[in-house]
């Protein structure tokens, strides 16, 4: 929903600011003066493409800014900001930041609909229908529909495993020779995962077993040997302990001493056992020096590590098995296929029934509709047509579209064939009174949709719009008394010569309220502000 937009140098406009209402707003003013370019500004606050000509003359830069509520965005709406240059260089920001023209459509774009004779409509597009349709009927084809996207994931997801299959088989068939060379050189070793980093931390001891024994026995000699530092320990604290009592700091001493030679011992101890635990084997020695050369000529052709060495194996087993039992395989792979087509034929064949259970009830409504906006017993049809398998999407297998009948006994045929600009607006404005709240475009800003309309017409237009009002926010460009006095905002779009000494004119967009809204629907109804008239406007906003 549009908040507020405010508008700089666009086209004759110099400044101008609208608050629409959450209902409906209508635009008022003579022809040429200015309307399409308010049109202009929400076309760029929606992210289409801008035309520096739009500058007004004189001017650097056109710049349009709105707030705008975006359902399941910020609570507080999204600050939207796009300026133009004279020069065509365009800048967009959202919330202060820097956006893409892109990004602007993709968000603020999607909410709002500009619908007027010579825009692009949704309506227009072919591949909106089905959306629409699946909108307003929401409740009984979504589970249907929910399910044929699932099962086309599986179909698709099973379609490339095929292919993956097949391709595997194909490449092992050519290079089963090489990976059965590669699964036989590995086996031949068989190495396992772990096994390099075991024999590295063992290899270094057993190699120099006689070192480290001779070590070890050195290290415990000196401590606890003949004169080695126990005894000289023992006698130290045998010193301390006979001149103590001379002086009782000496304890501490002797404490600390007689803990340092428990450790001593405990370090002794520890040292044969270290000795003890040695197993100098040199055939076992060999054998491990034998197998760490066998890993190491691995690595250097299959490497450079233990992991790549059995990452090839593995993938030269896949070959050899795959070349082995590739019918297999193959054959698997296409019953998985084949059970994801029919699983997904079923789930096509659902959502079909539930759209054509739905598709005529959705015309109906709508044909109602236009009914009531006078179009001449005009009616809408859906049309469904069964796409080859290889056009399937995740909207269905088949293709909707809409169908315009100007007269009864006239030949159906697509809607943005046949229809006028005009029908188009008015089909358009019927489909969104019939969607209501399922329609996730929140704001239609609705051009010229009164143009040619008149008398009854006029009024069951106007009628239309109020009803759409209230599930919408509607924005209307109108001529039509009948359709302003329907509105909950009016402003009035008025051109006057410049003045700023520049002679150009200038377009200005004001509210009207009390006197002043009278006075404009008098002018729309007889171009004149006549006490008839004028007496004619009060009663219709009275009655309205």
């Not at 003949?226 to 045998?238: E, F, H, N, R």
């Not at 087993?317 to 070349?323: K, L, S, T």
């Not at 089909?427 to 969607?435: F, P």
């Amino acid at each position: 929903m549009i908040d507020e937009l405010r508008v700089e140098n666009v086209a004759l406009i110099r400044e101008a600011t609208i608050r629409p209402a959450s209902g409906m707003t209508v635009l008022t003013g003579e022809t040429g003066a200015g309307k399409s370019a308010l049109l202009s500004s929400v076309k760029l606050l929606m992210g289409e493409r801008a035309d520096a000509g739009a500058v007004r003359e004189g001017a650097d830069a056109l710049v349009v800014e709105g707030r705008v509520f975006v359902d399941g965005a910020d609570p507080d709406g999204v600050i939207v900001r796009r300026r133009v240059g004279a020069d065509g260089r365009g800048r967009v920001s959202i919330d202060g930041r820097m956006a893409s023209v892109r990004e602007l459509a993709n968000g603020v774009g999607a909410a709002i609909d500009l619908c007027g004779q010579h825009e692009h409509q949704r309506l227009l597009s072919q591949g909106s229908h089905v959306h629409l349709l699946d909108a307003w009927a929401q409740e009984d084809i979504a589970p249907a529909l929910d399910a044929y996207k699932e099962a086309l994931r599986d179909a698709r997801s099973a379609a490339k495993e095929l292919d993956r299959v097949r391709e595997t088989c194909r490449a092992a068939a050519e290079r089963k020779d090489e990976a059965t060379f590669v699964l036989g050189r590995i086996d031949e070793v068989n190495p396992s995962a772990g096994e390099l980093e075991e024999i590295e931390a063992m290899l270094p001891k057993a190699e120099h077993a006689e070192t480290l024994i001779r070590a070890a026995m050195s290290a415990r000699d000196a401590l606890v040997g003949d004169s080695g530092v126990t005894d000289l320990m023992v006698d130290a604290i045998d010193e301390i302990r006979s001149a103590r009592r001379f002086d009782g700091e000496l304890n501490a001493f002797v404490a600390t001493l007689e803990s340092a030679l428990i450790d001593i011992e405990d370090v002794a101890g520890e040292l044969r056992s270290y000795r003890d635990a040695i197993d100098f084997d040199p055939v076992q020695l060999d054998e491990m020096q034998g197998r760490m050369a066998q890993l190491r000529g691995l690595m250097r052709t299959y490497g450079p590590s233990m992991e790549d060495v059995l990452a090839r194996r593995e993938q030269a087993e896949q070959i050899v098995r795959a070349a082995d039992h590739g019918d297999e395989l193959l054959k698997a792979a296409q019953a998985a296929r084949d059970s994801a087509e029919r699983s997904l034929a079923a789930a096509a064949d659902a959502v079909d029934a539930a759209r054509r259970a739905c598709a005529p009830r959705f015309a109906h409504a709508v044909t109602q509709q236009m009914a009531l906006l006078e179009m001449g017993g005009a009616e809408l049809e859906v049309s469904m047509e069964r796409l080859p398998r290889t056009q399937w999407t995740a909207d269905g297998p088949s293709r909707v579209e809409f169908l315009y009948r100007p007269a009864q006994g006239m030949l159906a045929r697509p809607l943005r064939k046949i229809a006028s600009g005009g029908e188009v607006s008015r089909v358009m404005l019927a489909c969104k009174v019939v969607l209501g709240d399922a329609d996730a475009t929140e704001t239609l800003v609705f051009d010229e949709v009164d143009a040619g309309v008149g008398g009854a017409t006029a009024l069951a237009l106007a009628n239309v719009l109020a009803e759409l009002a209230r599930t919408h926010q509607v924005i209307v460009v109108t001529h039509l008394a009948q359709v302003a006095v329907k509105a909950s905002t009016h402003y009035l779009v008025r051109k006057s010569a410049g003045d700023t000494g520049d002679g150009i004119p200038q377009t200005t967009i004001e509210p009207l309220e009390g006197d002043a809204r009278v006075v404009e629907i008098a002018r729309m109804l007889s171009g004149d502000e006549s006490e008839t008239s004028m007496a004619h406007a009060r009663e219709m906003l009275d009655r309205a």
